[in-house]
C-alpha cells in the first residue's frame, strides 16, 4: 500500500531556509504526479505546488519564486525547498499523490510535518 | 483565481440525520471536484473525486452530484463517525484551490 511520510518540518527564523521530504513506499514518485499542500494553524487547506511524472512544476502565487519541488529517483522522495520564509508560511505541510487520470485528485496523504516561522 | 466558496460553514446534526454540504466555484469547473474529510490532528482523506465517483472503501452513506458551478455532499445517514470538517477542491485550473471547509457537529 502507498505511503507517504514527510520530514523536515521546525522552527525558523524569517527569512530563512528549509527543505522538507516525503519519503514514499508502495509505488515509485518519479511516474507518480505529487503536490504539497499546506494548512495554517486552525485554518483551511491550500494547494503550494505540484510535480509532474515529466518534470513539469507548477506553484501557487505565494510560493512562487520562493519555494521550489524537485525529487530524487534514487529515494522515492520528494522535496520542497523553501526560502525567504515568511510568517505566513507557517503551516503543516502535507505531500500528497495524485492519481493517474487527474494530478488534482490527492489520493493519498502523508501525516504532515510542522514549519514555524518565528523570530 | 478559481473561488470555491462552501455552505454552511457550520452545521450542527444528530446520528441519523441526511446532511447535505453545498460547494459553489465561482466559475465553471466540468466535474473537477473533490470532496474530503479531516478529523484533528490528521490529514484529509478523499471521499469523492470527479464531482460524483467515490473514493474506494469510503462508505457508500457518502455521495457527490453537481457540474459546472454547482456541487454537493450528502451524507444520507450521518454516523459518530462522520463529525470532521469536510473540503472541496476544484481541480480544473491553476492554481487547485479549496473551500474554507464545513465543519459538521454534533448537535
Known amino acids: 500500500e502507498a505511503q507517504l511520510v514527510e520530514t523536515g518540518g521546525g522552527l525558523i527564523q524569517p527569512g530563512g531556509s528549509l527543505r522538507l521530504s516525503c519519503a514514499a513506499s508502495?509505488?515509485?514518485?518519479?511516474?507518480?504526479?505529487m503536490s504539497w499542500v499546506r494548512q495554517a494553524p486552525g485554518k483551511g487547506l491550500e494547494w503550494v505546488s505540484v510535480?509532474?511524472?515529466?518534470?513539469?512544476?507548477h506553484y501557487a502565487d505565494s510560493v512562487k519564486g520562493r519555494f521550489t519541488i524537485s525529487r530524487d529517483n534514487s529515494k522515492n522522495t520528494l522535496f520542497l525547498q523553501m526560502s525567504s520564509l515568511r510568517a505566513e508560511d507557517t503551516a503543516v505541510y502535507y505531500c500528497a499523490r495524485g492519481a493517474v487520470a487527474s494530478a488534482g485528485q490527492f489520493h493519498y496523504w502523508g501525516q504532515g510535518t510542522l514549519v514555524t516561522v518565528s523570530s | 483565481d478559481i473561488q470555491m466558496t462552501q455552505s454552511p460553514s457550520t452545521l450542527s446534526a444528530s446520528v441519523g440525520d441526511r446532511v447535505t454540504i453545498t460547494c459553489r466555484a465561482s466559475?465553471?469547473?466540468?466535474?473537477?471536484l473533490a470532496w474530503y474529510q479531516q478529523k484533528p490532528g490528521k490529514a484529509p482523506k478523499l471521499l469523492i473525486y470527479?464531482?460524483?465517483s467515490l473514493e474506494d472503501g469510503v462508505p457508500s452513506r457518502f455521495s457527490g452530484s453537481g457540474s459546472g458551478t454547482e456541487f454537493t455532499l450528502t451524507i444520507s445517514s450521518l454516523q459518530p463517525d462522520d463529525f470532521a470538517t469536510y473540503y472541496c477542491q476544484q481541480y480544473n485550473s491553476y492554481p487547485w484551490t479549496f473551500g474554507q471547509g464545513t465543519k459538521v457537529e454534533i448537535k
Open positions: 510535480l509532474y511524472s515529466d518534470g513539469t512544476t
Open positions: 508502495g509505488f515509485t514518485v518519479s511516474i507518480n504526479y
Open positions: 466559475q465553471s469547473i466540468s466535474s473537477w
Open positions: 470527479k464531482a460524483s
